[in-house]
């Protein structure tokens, strides 16, 4: 019988032993740090495009009671400009409230003007017959011409531009963990969304997780296609990234090798003799 208890007993001790082993490893494990790396392409995609300016005043008058007057003006609307557009031109535009071909609701007496474009200016060009007027005696006997509605021809235009604007499109972000003692991380990217001259942008962060929770990022950066970058975390570690891309084979990759300076020893020095 006590040849029993004292099996009883040890078995009891070594399943307490397992258990706390197994709870000591559990801990460590939750312990453990992490790093989790997000990186986010971007590409700027050309996109044609026609819009409507602001619009623009044509207002032509003549005051003459005795011959016409020839017209002409020239507008130049404000185009779009910047590095991300290019062949921006006028298009063409539209009359407000009215047809071309047809006459101008606001006009008084008769007139006819004509419109022309170039890739950046809008032109009215024609002529307005003389105003309307009466005839008044002065003292002297001689009859004076007196205006009475001076001829006008007035319209409301609309340029259209259009452009290629290249477009900023982010790609959803690629993420992977890096669990120490591995010391180097691969992400595997997608190629350029569009075929454009301007080069995709790279943008990527490092976050450490502990205990399984997120702490603040050490590091977030932008990186130039094939150029080696060497960072230094916030916390001590040190951050070497390398983004290899070749757009005529479709292939992009992130590689980031991490090392946690603190976890490196110093060689011991000798004593002074």
């Known amino acids: 019988m006590r040849c029993l208890l004292q099996v009883a007993a040890i078995s009891i001790i070594t399943a307490m032993v397992a258990a706390a082993q197994q709870s000591d490893e559990k801990a ?12 986010t392409l971007t590409d ?8 409507p300016l602001h619009e623009v005043l044509f207002d032509f008058h003549n005051k003459s009671c005795r011959a016409g007057s020839k017209v002409a003006e020239r507008k130049t609307p404000t ?5 991300l557009y290019s062949n921006v031109h006028l298009a063409g535009y539209h009359l407000i409230d009215w047809s071309e071909g047809h006459p101008s609701p606001n006009t008084r007496n008769t007139a006819k003007v004509e419109f022309s474009k170039t890739a950046i200016t809008l032109s009215a ?17 001689l009859a004076n011409d007196v205006l009475v509605e001076d001829t006008f021809w007035q319209a409301r235009v609309v ?3 259009q452009f290629v604007e290249d477009l900023q499109q982010q790609e959803p972000a ?3 963990e890096l669990v120490p003692p591995q010391t180097t991380a691969v992400l595997k990217l997608s190629a350029a969304a569009c ?4 080069p995709q942008s790279l943008q990527y962060t490092v976050t450490p997780i502990v205990n399984g929770v997120a702490q603040a990022s050490i590091y977030t950066g932008e990186l130039e296609a094939n150029k080696k970058a ?7 570690a040190s951050i070497h990234a390398l983004w290899s891309s070749s757009p005529a084979k479709g292939a992009s990759e992130l590689s980031v090798n991490i090392v946690d300076r603190k976890s490196v020893k110093e060689p011991a020095t000798s004593p002074a003799p």
Do not use: F
């Open 79 to 83: 185009l779009p400009n910047g590095p």
């Open 174 to 176: 690629v993420t992977v």
């Open 195 to 198: 075929a454009s001259d301007r």
């Open 159 to 161: 340029p259209e531009v």
């Open 125 to 141: 060009v024609g002529w307005l017959d003389k105003a309307t007027c009466t005839k008044k005696s002065a003292s002297d006997g």
């Open 28 to 39: 460590a494990a939750d312990a453990s740090l992490k790093y989790q790396i997000s990186a």
């Open 230 to 236: 060497n960072e230094n975390g916030t916390d001590g």
């Open 44 to 51: 700027c995609c050309p996109v044609e495009r026609t819009l």
